[in-house]
């Protein structure tokens, strides 16, 4: 029991005071197993979920609150990913133990993460279930009692109860200051979805601003789809993305990948990605690409690609005859609109930035001279402007 105490004496100290905490690794009192978990939590912080699961998959833990701790961490990391269903079965066991054992802490993370896990597939009747336990358990820190408001918000939120899930965000919001950066990360996704979902859409662009500041956990991920696909839903941009700025973040992929290939028409490439967004969330993806969850963004996009969907399926504008790269692939989705876009404008969305100087927009130049050989239209330049046009008959 004293190697136990020693182990939950070092989780006391994350992710607050990690000197302290990482001063455990090396720590003789611990288990070989224990370190293994405690260097886990540090991976979930990074976002580093395959690490993460291949190490608390090898390890043998002896000790069932130990083995508790590790149900737990899976269950939090399957959640961070966006696979719910997955998270469920750990996050049960590891209820199980905490609620037979003195350990609210430990009781009220689960429960907590159990909530997320049914939020996430939007189970009103478990996050019904989940809060009737939060009832039962003490926040034991002003974090966790963050959590509780949290938890209050986002199920208000889903019942379409909006003006309590306002006080809920109110009273969450004064909290600040005692919230990790995990959870003020987190925080801004929920409060995103929020105010998408009042069609608040200034508010959804503070939130966006905000994100910028944080790094961490997914959000990189999280803010590239919600910023591509607020400009292409709200702002008429042409939808780029590249797919392998979702990789490791399961069901971000797969919904870009899914809106890409219908965008492009290829309605059986589209039908994978369905597919495998069913197992992660059947309740939300229904049949014949019919997306049964709250409103967000990937429903938007979906419903504006699927009002364009005959056009895009039956007469592209363009069709790749060649392999093309990542750049000429973005550059190939914006012009594929039929619209002309200045050479400066088509510069920022491939590359990220205003072009500074003549050499950078050589670099355009080039990109569109090797593009031109590979699609079956033509790459005209007006006024300044890039255009496709299909090719005259001869």
Known sequence: MVKVKTFLLALDYFPHELEKFQAFLTDKRLTLAEKEILRSWLMLRDGE??????????????DPTVEALRNLLMGIAYINK???IKALPELHLSLEHFQKIDLPKFKFTAAFNQFMAYLNLRNVKGMGESLELFETIK?????QEADFYRSHFNYNAVIGNQEKAKTYL???????????EGQKSFLLTDKFMFYLKVDDHNACEVVLDEMKNYRKFQLKSN??????????????KPLYL??????GVEYLYNQVCCLLALHEGDQFKAQKYWNDLKVIAPEVYGTDFHYLGDKCLFQ??????QGQGQELAISPVVTVSKTVGDKESVALSILSQGKPVSKEELFKMIWGSEPQTKDELARLRKLISNLRDKVDGEIVSRKGSYLIEKKKAA
């Open 82 to 84: 966006g696979e719910a």
């Open 242 to 247: 590249y797919p392998t700025d979702f990789q």
């Open 49 to 62: 979920y395959e690490e993460l699961f291949s190490t608390l998959n090898k390890i043998q833990v002896q």
């Open 300 to 305: 938007l996009a979906l419903n504006k690609i």
């Open 139 to 143: 926040p034991t820190t002003p974090r």
């Open 170 to 180: 109110k009273k969450l919001e004064s909290y600040d200051k005692h919230m990790s």
């Open 223 to 236: 803010y590239k789809f919600m910023r591509k696909l607020m400009d292409f839903c709200f702002k008429d």
